[in-house]
């Protein structure tokens, strides 16, 4: 690996799926290396995205940067893409997901991968990174219902009642239990969350939108795919995603 940017891509820490602290926070306590954060993103406002890469490249060499939220590393392929350097943009971000394998990482590369999908009018780009972030999402959403629950002390089963009782209410549990205890709203309200996400209408109507807003359909095709994969794979697989979207034939 010749390039000098691919070396410093490969500088992220990399996490494990299990991690749950894998994509922190995006404040930086150290004020310099905040402020020369700041300098990058006000030359990319200006136009100067060449200039932008350079100041940014700086600081990821840094050895401060492993403390640095992946957010802060996702600036380094916008920045290229916007210089010019779209190829090496898509291998930055490939060397990132390789290396942060935790889901709310991968949720963030792939809200990366989407602009810049969007930035290329590329319509399959555009296709898998919105269900890959989705996907993300999944994940993510699971290890904070499971730690909630363990943190109540619900076993498994109780989980399951308790989401098919949340389907069957619509939502709305206030008289099972009090709703100013926090862990059991946290949980009601992810809950929720999954039991919308796997519901087609509500799923579609929100794909649909976001896809509007950036001049492209949203294939109804797409979202049934979606929605089956969820339900009978045990293991998301990005590549499986890429398979899954060139299977439905929609063209670019």
Not at 91 to 98: C, D, F, K, P, T
Not at 99 to 125: H, L, V, Y
Request: glycine letters at 4%; aromatic letters at 10%.
């Amino acid at each position: 690996m010749s390039s000098l940017t691919e070396i410093i891509a490969m500088k992220i820490p990399v996490t494990a799926v299990s991690n749950p602290n894998g994509c922190k926070p995006g404040f930086v306590s150290c004020y310099d290396m905040r402020q020369i954060l700041n300098d990058a993103a006000s030359y990319f406002k200006l136009g100067d995205a060449l200039a932008a890469v350079g100041i940014l490249e700086d600081v990821l060499w840094s050895p401060k940067a492993s403390k640095l939220s992946i957010v802060h590393w996702l600036r380094l392929p916008i920045y290229l893409q916007h210089a010019g350097s779209n190829e090496m943009a898509w291998q930055v971000l490939e060397i990132y997901r390789y290396r942060r394998k935790d889901w709310g990482s991968q949720k963030e590369i792939a809200r990366t991968m989407k602009i810049m999908a969007e930035n290329e009018k590329w319509a399959e780009g555009f296709y898998v990174a919105l269900i890959w972030f989705i996907c993300c999402e999944d994940r993510e959403r699971a290890s904070q219902i499971k730690a909630t629950r363990s943190s109540l002390g619900m076993s498994a089963q109780d989980l399951k009642q308790f989401t098919k009782t949340l389907a069957e209410k619509n939502g709305t549990l206030s008289k099972i239990r009090n709703n100013s205890d926090d862990g059991f709203y946290a949980l009601k309200k992810t809950v929720w969350q999954h039991i919308c996400s796997l519901n087609p209408k509500r799923l579609q109507t929100r794909l649909q939108n976001y896809a509007h807003r950036q001049d492209m359909p949203f294939p109804k095709q797409l979202t049934e795919a979606l929605i089956q994969y969820r339900l009978t794979e045990k293991e998301y697989r990005y590549d499986s995603i890429v398979a899954l979207v060139r299977s439905q034939n929609l063209g670019d």
